[in-house]
């Protein structure tokens, strides 16, 4: 299955890469002699990212009492790990971005991913986690590999998902059926590819079966339970049909608390879904 994922990945990696942007702002954040300046002239060579970036710090969500006018304000506002963060996810919609309307509504496609990301950040809070930058962007990314299904493989990918919808298979068991590999699988090994660290990619790998995913096991099971919960809102199903046990047991959080945190999670996942508005769907 993995050979499978791999294949899908690099096949798609040969063809499209992450724009030069995300990794010269990587390599000023990780160098230790960079300063907030050197972030913010690195941000400014592309001037698509930083005006979205701007647009992003002036929204209500911010609540600032006069405008952000200038990229090394918002850059000292958002610090380097958000502006890591909102770069590779601006990065890899941009990649996808023209990925054709007969094969993945792109918009629909990235809602549902903010709304993983916000479950997995909420999930997170209440099992006392504080890095909600992290588990925000391996929310975002975790269906990644849907992506990349539907680009190469789209009738399979579709049947799989018909199946799912049916109720006679998990969809990733239906993936595994028909692709022999399954989206969580090939979204690893896509931002594997991009070289992405992993702490990203090892989680999303490892989701559907969090208790592989060592040293990740936690991220991993917070994913599985966004997964489900993302499932759910978008199909109107239980919120927890989809979780597998030994999530349950990594969190220590309780399948009954879920229909409340669904509606937390519900106008978050709207209130980020405005402040991303056209930053995600669209090319950077």
């Known amino acids: 299955m993995t050979n499978r994922a791999e294949a899908l990945a690099n096949d798609i990696a040969q063809l499209v890469t992450l724009p030069t942007i995300y990794f010269e702002v990587k390599r000023v954040i990780d160098s230790p ?35 952000v006018e200038t990229i090394t304000r918002a850059v000292s506002m958002l610090g380097t790990h958000q502006i890591h963060d909102l770069t590779l996810a601006a990065s890899v919609s941009s990649t996808f971005a023209k990925i054709p309307a007969d094969k993945m509504d792109v918009a629909t496609f990235w809602k549902g991913c903010v709304f993983r990301a916000e479950a997995v950040k909420t999930l997170a809070a209440q099992c006392g986690l504080r890095e909600k930058e992290r588990f925000f962007i391996q929310g975002l990314l975790s269906d990644l590999g849907h992506m990349v299904l539907y680009l190469k493989a789209p009738a399979e990918a579709l049947q799989a998902l018909h ?92 399948p009954e608390d879920m229909s409340e945190l669904m509606a937390e999670v519900r106008i978050g996942a709207h209130q980020m879904s405005e402040i991303l508005n056209g930053f995600l769907s669209k090319a950077a």
């Open 33 to 67: 002699n960079s300063s907030l300046a050197d972030l913010a002239k690195a941000l400014s060579m592309d001037p698509a990212l930083s005006a979205k970036l701007l647009r992003i710090v002036n929204s209500p969500f911010y609540a600032q009492s006069r405008p």
């Open 163 to 254: 199946v799912a919808e049916a109720g006679a298979e998990p969809l990733h068991i239906a993936e595994r059926r028909l692709l022999n590999c399954d989206y969580a699988q090939v979204g690893s090994a896509m931002l594997k590819a991009w070289g992405l660290p992993g702490a990203i990619h090892i989680p999303i790998a490892n989701q559907l079966e969090p208790e592989e995913g060592a040293p990740h096991t936690m991220d991993a099971a917070l994913l599985n339970i966004a997964g489900a919960l993302a499932w759910a809102e978008h199909h109107g199903s239980d919120p927890v049909a989809g979780v597998v046990k030994q999530a349950w047991e990594i969190t220590s959080l309780r």
